[in-house]
């Protein structure tokens, strides 16, 4: 590969449209038709796994994504990248899990869980999912909380 096209290929990784989109192979029978699922799709699928799964607290999308948050504005695909290559997905993500958890255990819950909901979804295959820790995410104690609580109620 030469050095514009692993330029171009960096270029497009883990955006949506064109050649990041996975095709799904169409039925031989029906000339012309085709399916097309945008990586952004398959970002959210794993948005809303991450969601349902014990130990992890949630995703970190680094600066841009907290600024984008503290705006209003909140992205399901944040902390999550999609790579795409015809018909097989690589997936990276960064998470923060709770604090007492067992990393190995929650992440191995996360990857087993978005792999059987986006195969079973798209019906494609995740070659690879690559789970980056970004943080733990620490409790406030109910102390702390009820403190809070106190002087906003006293202002």
């Not at 097989?88 to 709770?98: A, G, Q």
């Not at 789970?131 to 609580?149: A, D, F, L, R």
Request: aromatic share 0%; no cysteine; proline share 3%.
């Amino acid at each position: 590969m030469s050095e514009e096209e692993k330029k171009a290929k960096e270029g497009k990784a883990g955006k949506t449209g064109g050649a990041d989109d996975a095709v799904l192979k169409p039925d031989p029978a029906k000339e012309g038709d085709s399916i097309r699922i945008s990586s952004d799709v398959i970002a959210v699928i794993t948005s809303i796994v991450s969601s349902d799964v014990p130990g992890i607290a949630g995703m970190s999308g680094g600066v841009v994504g907290g600024i984008a948050e503290r705006l209003g504005r909140r992205d399901m695909t944040k902390g999550i990248r999609v790579d795409v290559d015809e018909d097989r997905i690589s997936i990276e993500l960064n998470v923060i899990v709770e604090y007492g958890k067992s990393i190995v255990d929650s992440t191995d819950k996360l990857k087993k869980q978005i792999r059987d909901h986006v195969e079973k979804t798209t019906g494609l295959t995740v070659e690879a999912i690559n789970i980056n820790v970004q943080g733990i995410n620490v409790p406030q104690e109910e102390g702390e909380e009820e403190k809070g609580t106190e002087k906003k109620e006293n202002n």
